[in-house]
């Protein structure tokens, strides 16, 4: 049975369309000027009522939200994660997890295996691997005790769920690994994050198979005129990145100044964790406790752990604090993500997947579709 969204903006690549229809079951089927239809008709009509209508948002990087975490390991962590998710216009993820003991990474990877079909929120794509293969020096909030030099022993079971590992590659073993990778799982994002990596040898880890970088600033060394080191070689290359955008990971005007740079290239993640859609308060990461007041979540020494981020809010933040369209900052949540990840989604267009959201001026969620499935409806619609 067919849907059909009335009376809506849409947002598309480079432009906002008006007076027109979206018309949709699981795929997106077309968009039209106007459509005749009988009483037998068999259709849905939902009136956005001038709102804005967009693809879904898709979060490359997430580690929990709603008081729950991937690395709880469980079906009802993941399903709360999902469920949580539609709120912020989030239809799809990469359930992300952390550096800590090899079986507890092994039982999160498990589980997300089982279940991540059969959540009834915000679609799990796969997962996103964050450590333990990372820099000691550049542990941010990962605890160092449970770094290791990367191996595909123990991952070789997972290879079909993982869709993104973020590695140091600077440290013993890693040349190999991401070659390795790159040649035998190419379906598999490398991205070099949580590093010490100087410039040139960024240039030519970019060689070997790394196509991204993780949160972008954070976790590796500051740019340097004389010693550009991993941001430089970024800002130089063609590879992808992304960054926080919660204006406490990185100021608003270096959020304008990368997407100028890097443009389709760029991207917004949340790096949630579980404080994400909560009250403040004290909450957990990765075994370590986590702080949460002020938009901010810190260990006891102040280390950034995560964030508590929403996407939509990340949305709403660089439309407000950059001179960003918000065409441009729905690409960063949307076609660029899904073209990193090779699927059909992030963008309104014939035969893509029917992952939508309904938002006002203000980016709050009104409406989210997963694969043409209504999933959320905000209480005030």
């Not at 009335?6 to 007076?19: F, S």
């Not at 973020?166 to 690994?177: C, D, H, S």
């Not at 443009?263 to 403040?280: S, V």
Request: aromatic share 6%; net charge negative.
């Amino acid at each position: 049975m067919p849907n059909i969204i009335i009376n809506a903006k849409i947002v598309l690549a480079d432009e906002i369309l008006e007076d027109k229809m979206l018309i949709y079951d699981e795929k997106i089927i077309d968009i039209v000027d106007d459509i005749i239809l009988s009483d037998k008709d068999d259709v849905t009509i939902i009136d956005a009522k001038g709102h804005y209508v967009s693809a879904g948002f898709i979060d490359m990087h997430i580690h929990g939200s709603g008081g729950v975490d991937v690395m709880d390991g469980t079906r009802a962590s993941l399903e709360t994660l999902s469920t949580t998710l539609l709120s912020t216009g989030t239809t799809s993820f990469l359930a992300t997890t952390m550096s800590m003991e090899t079986t507890v990474i092994q039982q999160a990877l498990d589980t997300i295996g089982m279940h991540a079909k059969n959540v009834t929120g915000a679609h799990i794509l796969g997962v996103h691997l964050e450590g333990p293969f990372l820099n000691p020096t550049r542990h941010g909030a990962q605890d160092k005790a449970h770094l290791q030099e990367p191996t595909l022993d123990w991952l070789k079971p997972y290879m079909d769920e993982i869709k993104m590992i973020t590695l140091a590659p600077e440290i013993v073993g890693a040349k190999a690994f991401i070659e390795a990778l790159h040649r035998d799982y190419p379906h598999i994002i490398l991205s070099a994050g949580h590093t010490e990596i100087g410039y040139e040898e960024a240039l030519q880890s970019f060689k070997w198979g790394i196509s991204h970088v993780t949160h972008l600033f954070n976790a590796m060394p500051a740019y340097h005129h004389r010693n550009p080191g991993l941001i430089g070689a970024v800002l130089h290359a063609d590879v992808s990145c992304d960054m926080i955008a919660d204006l406490v990971h990185s100021h608003a005007s270096t959020l304008q100044m990368v997407h100028t740079l890097k443009k389709e290239k760029f991207m917004l993640i949340t790096d949630a964790m579980r404080a994400g859609c909560m009250q403040c308060g004290r909450y957990e990461l990765g075994g370590a406790s986590v702080e949460v007041a002020n938009g901010r979540a810190t260990l006891h020494d102040g280390t950034l752990a995560g964030s508590v981020l929403k996407m939509n809010e990340a949305v709403h933040n660089m439309r407000t604090q950059t001179n960003i369209s918000l065409c441009e900052a729905l690409l960063a949540v949307t076609r660029s993500p899904a073209r990193k990840l090779n699927l059909p989604k992030g963008e309104l267009k014939v035969g893509y997947d029917a992952d939508i959201v309904i938002f006002d001026d203000t980016l709050q969620i009104i409406k989210t579709i997963v694969m043409g499935k209504e999933r959320y409806t905000c209480s005030d619609f």
